[in-house]
């Protein structure tokens, strides 16, 4: 079946400028982890979804960063003037539910000039 | 707070021998233990756990990790490496309750040498 994807794979945005990454998770998977991956370091947690609402957010670097899962499927991590520092890969993973293994998305990698 | 160290950020090493990559953690509960591996240009893939049960677990492809408590380690091992392993390879902990957001180590990048 189909895996978790991610739009867009690549996002190059001027600094100060809003962004919009969207993830679209398995189907049926109830929980859903956005991630960070910086150049040469391993992903850090952001925040996960269970079902609509956002279980836990601590990961969200500043108020910034905010994500959305309206309908219990997509995804959308929203970032409001953004900074070079934000530059990174965004990950996301699904799963059937906080139990069960994570299955990650290819990324997006965003760049801020 | 849980952390993961992952000491080695690269391993070269040449086809067919032996390699470990080693992963330590820290935390003041019971965890479970992941390893992802990333190859070149794709997503992270889980490639083995550890919830319960046997400390030693195996993959399909040849990759096992032992999960050894007192260390708080939990080293990924295979005996002959291919040229298809290069990649890079993460180690993993979650909470084995509650939140399960996965902490990763920094990664090593293991480099297979014909």
């Known amino acids: 079946g189909a895996g978790v994807s991610q739009t867009p794979s690549n996002k190059v945005t001027e600094k100060g400028k809003y962004v919009e990454l969207r993830c679209d998770p398995i189907?049926?998977?109830?929980?859903l982890y956005w991630y960070r991956q910086s150049l040469g370091q391993g992903p850090e947690f952001l925040i996960y979804?269970?079902?609509?609402?956002?279980?836990?957010d601590s990961g969200l670097p500043n108020d910034r960063f905010f994500a959305v899962r309206p309908e219990g499927s997509v995804s959308t991590l929203k970032i409001q003037r953004t900074e070079r520092g934000d530059s990174a890969v965004y990950l996301c993973?699904?799963?059937?539910?906080?139990?069960?293994?994570?299955?990650f998305g290819p990324g997006t990698r965003l760049t801020v000039t | 707070a849980q952390s993961v160290t992952q000491l080695d950020s690269q391993v070269p090493v040449f086809e067919e021998a032996p390699v470990e990559l080693r992963c330590n953690y820290s935390?003041?509960?019971?965890?479970?233990l992941f390893w992802y591996v990333q190859y070149p240009n794709q997503g992270l893939q889980l490639l083995l756990k550890?919830?319960?049960?046997?400390?030693l677990v195996e993959s399909i492809n040849g990759f096992e990790a032992e999960f050894n408590k007192s260390q708080t380690s939990f080293h990924l091992r295979k005996p002959s490496v291919h040229i298809s392993d290069t990649a890079e390879y993460f180690c993993a902990v979650s909470l084995d309750t509650g939140r399960r957001a996965l902490t990763f180590g920094s990664g090593t990048r293991l480099q297979v040498q014909p």
């Open positions: 550890y919830l319960s049960g046997s400390t």
């Open positions: 993973a699904s799963s059937r539910d906080i139990s069960y293994e994570q299955y």
């Open positions: 935390s003041s509960v019971s965890v479970y």
């Open positions: 189907s049926g998977h109830t929980a």
């Open positions: 979804f269970q079902g609509t609402g956002a279980a836990d």
